[in-house]
C-alpha cells in the first residue's frame, strides 16, 4: 500500500510568520494529495488538496506545491494566526482500496504563538 | 448543513463488553470509511464501504471487530469482546466515488475501555 511520511511532527512559530509541512509518498501512481486540519475534539477537515495535473495550488494563505518526481508535496500558510493552531495531515490515496480511501500522514502539531 | 454524525461521542466500558459504534454518512454519499486514531499509530483505515458492500476490511482486527451497513443511512462498528488495546478515537467519514476525492469526517467517538 501507500507509505505516506510528513514532518516535522511539531511546529512553532510566531503569529505573522510562515509554516511549512512536508510529506513524501511512496506509490508514483498516485494523483491526488489533501491536507486535513484537525482541531481539538474534532474530525479533520479538507483544506486543500492538489491533483497531479498541477505543481502548486493556492487558496487565500494557504498554498499547496507538488514535485511528482521526487514524490514530495508540502502545505505552506503564510501570514499565520493564531485559529491556525492545531494539527495538519497530509494524506495520499491508498492502492489496496482502489485508491478511493486515504492514507494518512502522522499529522504536525502546529502552535501559532500570539 | 450536511455532516456526518457519529453516536455515542463517548464511551467508557470495562474490558469483554460489546461496543457498537454508529454512523449515518451524509445523504447521497455512497462510500463510507472507518478510521481509527491513536497518538501511536495515528489515522489508520479499518474498513471501507461503496454502495453499502465492504470493500476492504484488511486493516481490522477480524476476530472481534466487524462493521455493516444495515441500509445507505446507517453504518455500524462492533467490537466484541473489547480490549484496553481498543481505547481510540474511532472515525467515520463519507464521500463520493469515482476516484479520488474529499472524505467528509464526523466528530469521533472516543472509547475508552477500562
Known amino acids: 500500500g501507500e507509505n505516506v511520511e510528513q514532518h516535522p511532527s511539531t511546529l512553532s512559530v510566531q503569529e505573522g510568520d510562515s509554516a511549512v509541512i512536508k510529506c513524501t509518498y511512496s506509490?508514483?501512481?498516485?494523483?491526488?494529495f489533501p491536507w486535513y486540519k484537525q482541531e481539538l475534539g474534532k474530525g479533520p477537515q479538507l483544506i486543500i488538496d492538489?491533483?497531479?495535473?498541477?505543481g502548486e495550488k493556492k487558496d487565500q494563505r494557504i498554498a499547496v506545491t507538488l514535485n511528482k518526481t521526487a514524490k514530495h508535496f508540502s502545505l505552506h500558510i503564510t501570514e499565520t494566526q493564531p485559529e491556525d493552531s492545531a494539527v495538519y495531515f497530509c494524506?495520499?490515496?491508498?492502492?489496496?482500496?482502489?485508491?478511493?480511501?486515504?492514507?494518512f500522514g502522522s499529522g504536525t502539531r502546529l502552535q501559532v504563538q500570539p | 448543513d450536511a455532516r456526518v454524525t457519529q453516536t455515542p461521542r463517548h464511551k467508557v466500558t470495562e474490558m469483554g463488553q460489546e461496543v457498537t459504534m454508529r454512523c449515518q454518512p451524509i445523504?447521497?454519499?455512497?462510500?463510507v470509511f472507518w478510521y481509527r486514531q491513536t497518538m501511536m499509530q495515528g489515522l489508520e483505515l479499518l474498513a471501507y464501504?461503496?454502495?453499502?458492500?465492504?470493500?476492504?476490511d484488511s486493516g481490522m482486527p477480524k476476530d472481534r471487530f466487524s462493521a455493516e451497513m444495515p441500509d445507505a443511512t446507517l453504518a455500524t462498528l462492533k467490537i466484541q469482546p473489547s480490549e484496553p488495546r481498543d481505547s481510540a478515537v474511532y472515525f467515520c467519514?463519507?464521500?463520493?466515488?469515482?476516484?479520488?476525492?474529499?472524505?467528509?469526517f464526523g466528530e469521533g467517538s472516543r472509547l475508552t475501555v477500562l
Open positions: 492538489i491533483r497531479s495535473n498541477v
Open positions: 445523504l447521497g454519499h455512497n462510500t
Open positions: 506509490d508514483s501512481a498516485s494523483n491526488y
Open positions: 464501504f461503496r454502495n453499502r458492500a465492504p470493500l476492504d
Open positions: 494524506a495520499a490515496p491508498t492502492r489496496d482500496t482502489g485508491r478511493r480511501a486515504l492514507t
Open positions: 467519514a463519507s464521500g463520493h466515488s469515482g476516484g479520488a476525492g474529499e472524505l467528509f
